[in-house]
């Protein structure tokens, strides 16, 4: 029997829902990137990035996420930013890798070195693309905190998690 | 001489100049024989010692010399020669010039005796007139190594440290070093190890290498000085049986010259090694307008030079990807 409170409750379960569902679809809120061990979270990194943690000798690990308006495929949006970063004579390739999550999304890994060995900085860029969204996972510091925090950034990456 | 036809007085002063004239060619003879450094032991005998041992020689060979050194024998000698007092042969002291010419005389006798051919009857002379045999370095190259380059790096104080600590590492030193070059020696076998290593500190602009060959220079050398100690030890044999003051003297002198010789051969040798031991590398840095970036700073300053891009989606968000805004933590 459909007294008012029943259809009171019906309604806001159903505008909860669609709710849910609305924001399950962006997937903005709801993407994950686990913290590497001797990071720290940073709040409040909207709207450059979803999110960002740094470690106390000055590694970054953050993470983007743009719409795929173009609907582009992995291989066009890490050819595009790397064609991008490269643009600037400062960064220097040295490989790329393939990676995945343990979730399964195959994605792509661009790293770069900028400066010398002595002075300079790492930069990785992991890339991850949906039909809806390009993710991407910036990670970059000096040479020596960046190797010793390579295994826990590694580790992070394949943590990651669209949602 | 008509001596049948003079008178007797006539014939006892013939007599007595003949007995004077023997008288005096007895006293060049024992003159003579007192010079026995100067001769060989065909003429002196047991101590014609120093002259034996250097040139070994025949009296063939010097009979010219033998008359030069009687002769200068005689005026050396003649203040103590045991001239008979009753020939009427004046002793006198030899002249300013004799020394001199003593000395002309011997350093020829010196010199042309070490350059004869030894006769195969004393080994010791044989052994110190032939240049002494130095160790056969025809397979075995000097080389002097000069090399330069030009890096562009991005700190050019921690890049000049950097290099100097390579050269430490490899056995070298710090030669030279102002605000954006240094110069460091080497050692050689490191040369190339090292200069690889520095290639790497940065972007090279330039580099030139440059090895010089000096073996047969540094045999000449070590030619020249072997021979000049064999002389100057002949000469120190000399000098043990010089007779008097005069002798000693020459001798010194010549020393003295000889000496100042091996000296410069020996610098000059000692300046060859020191160089062909130790390259030389010598770097020129300057900065390469690179992203100036404060690591650990909480707020870091980020300076960024841009080239014109070479491709432009219209997606703003690519530009914002890279080490600056990463790194500018809010």
Not at chain 2, 75 to 101: H, Y
Not at chain 2, 301 to 329: N, V
């Amino acid at each position: 029997m459909k007294t008012p409170s029943n259809i009171i409750r019906h309604t806001l379960l159903t505008v909860a829902s669609l709710a849910l569902l609305a924001v399950a679809s962006s997937g903005c809120g709801s993407l994950r990137l686990r913290t590497p061990d001797g990071f720290a979270r940073l709040p409040d990194q909207a709207p450059n990035y979803q999110l960002r943690s740094v470690s106390a000798d000055g590694v970054v690990l953050a993470v983007r996420a743009q719409p795929n308006r173009v609907e582009g495929s992995l291989a066009f949006w890490s050819e595009a930013i790397d064609r991008t970063v490269r643009a600037d004579a400062n960064y220097v390739g040295i490989a790329t890798a393939e990676v995945h999550t343990t979730a399964g999304l195959a994605g792509r890994r661009l790293e770069y070195v900028v400066g010398d060995a002595a002075t300079g900085h790492r930069y990785w860029i992991a890339v991850f693309v949906t039909h809806a969204q390009v993710y991407v996972i910036e990670t970059g510091g000096a040479h020596g905190p960046f190797d010793r925090a390579r295994p826990e950034l590694e580790r992070a990456i394949r943590s990651f998690s669209p949602g | 001489m008509e001596f049948a036809h003079r008178s007797k007085s006539g014939r006892l002063r013939a007599f007595a100049f003949v007995l004077a004239g023997v008288a005096a060619v007895a006293g060049c003879g024992a003159g003579s024989q007192s010079a026995r450094p100067y001769r060989g032991t065909s003429y002196g005998g047991a101590s014609a010692v120093t002259v034996a041992s250097v040139s070994g020689g025949s009296g063939g060979d010097y009979g010219a010399e033998a008359d030069s050194t009687s002769s200068r024998s005689r005026v050396d000698e003649s203040p103590s020669a045991a001239m008979p007092t009753g020939s009427g042969v004046t002793a006198s002291f030899p002249s300013p010039q004799a020394p001199s010419a003593a000395a002309r005389t011997m350093t020829g006798v010196v010199t042309q005796r070490a350059t004869t051919t030894p006769p195969a009857t004393t080994s010791n002379s044989q052994a110190s007139r032939e240049p002494a045999r130095t160790p056969d370095t025809s397979t075995q190259r000097m080389l002097i190594y000069t090399a330069s380059m030009a890096l562009m790096v991005d700190q050019v104080t921690a890049s000049i440290d950097r290099a100097v600590a390579v050269a430490i590492e490899a056995g070298g030193f710090l030669a030279q070093r102002t605000d954006n070059s240094v110069q460091l020696r080497i050692p050689s076998p490191r040369f190339r190890d090292v200069f690889a290593s520095l290639e790497r500190l940065g972007d090279v602009q330039s580099r030139s290498v440059q090895a010089e060959d000096v073996s047969e220079q540094f045999h000449d050398l070590e030619v020249q000085l072997t021979n000049l100690r064999s002389v100057q030890h002949r000469l120190q044999e000399f000098l043990t049986r010089a007779n008097n003051i005069t002798e000693m003297l020459n001798v010194e002198r010549e020393l003295e010259r000889i000496s100042a010789q091996i000296d410069q051969i020996e610098g000059r040798m000692h300046f060859l090694q020191n160089r062909a031991q130790l390259s030389t590398i010598s770097l020129a840095l300057s900065p390469r307008p690179v992203v100036v970036l404060h690591g650990p700073d909480p707020v870091p300053h980020a300076t960024m030079y841009l080239p014109s891009p070479q491709m432009s989606l219209a997606i703003d968000w690519l530009r914002e990807l890279g080490l600056p805004r990463l790194l500018q933590l809010r």
